[in-house]
């Protein structure tokens, strides 16, 4: 099994419908992250966790809200779709000694 | 917030072929990192940089943490097909780890013609 599973790997959706992206780790890390992957810009933050009760912000979080319910699971919302929000989507675990681990990717369109 | 540019945005280059490729940020970073991507996969870490002046190597790549602490470049010797992917950059202010919040670059796509 993965260390850091995505699900779904793939999804459309329409415009306004509300979408979940969930994300599940096995390697016991505190760190947790939701980033955005658009062609030509590169990954950017869009939530990160650093235990349960922590949860902030990164560079691009209108339109988005997130949820750490457990040590190893960390999902991310879009309450409201748009199709500026089509993209891919990574989540990653992290820790002091062996840096970060990225799940396979969510690919989301929004139609 | 921090800006990392990257370059090139994409490369084509004949299998044998030295790369290199490079990154230029408006402000300090203690920790550089670079990461592949394979299609359908997340970024997996090449090397890491700790410390300004670094040169590390990991078999055919050679990552430098620039002096300044302001830029980074990766070097790929005699290229292979299995190095097709997209290269990022990416930077971190804290020091001597590689797990806080990174800023990433845009991605260089590397097409590798047998």
């Known amino acids: 099994d993965a260390d850091v599973t995505q699900t779904p790997r793939n999804r459309i959706t329409k415009t306004g419908k509300r979408i979940m992206l969930e994300c599940s780790q096995t390697?016991?890390?505190?760190?947790m992250y939701w980033y955005r992957q658009d062609p030509g810009l590169g990954l950017r933050l869009i939530y990160y966790s650093f235990d349960v009760k922590d949860i902030n912000k990164g560079e691009i979080s209108d339109g988005y809200s997130v949820s750490r319910q457990a040590q190893a699971k960390f999902s991310l919302s879009l309450e409201s779709a748009i199709p500026n929000q089509t993209a891919l989507y990574f989540c990653?675990?992290?820790?002091?000694?062996?840096?970060?681990?990225f799940g396979s990717g969510t690919r989301l369109t929004v139609v | 917030g921090q800006q990392l540019n990257q370059s090139p945005q994409s490369m084509f280059i004949q299998e044998g072929e030295d790369v290199s490729m490079n990154c230029t940020s408006s402000s300090i970073f203690n920790t550089w990192l670079w990461y592949k991507q394979d299609p359908g996969e997340g970024p997996v870490l090449l090397i890491a940089l700790y410390k300004a002046g670094e040169l590390t190597s990991n078999g055919r790549l050679t990552a430098q943490f620039g002096i300044t602490r302001k830029d980074s470049f990766l070097n790929i010797s005699a290229s292979i097909p299995s190095d097709v992917g997209i290269y990022f950059c990416a930077g971190q202010l804290g020091g001597g780890t590689s797990y806080g919040k990174l800023t990433f670059g845009q991605g260089t796509i590397l097409t590798v013609h047998p």
């Open positions: 990653a675990t992290s820790d002091p000694r062996r840096g970060y681990t």
């Open positions: 390697k016991g890390h505190d760190r």
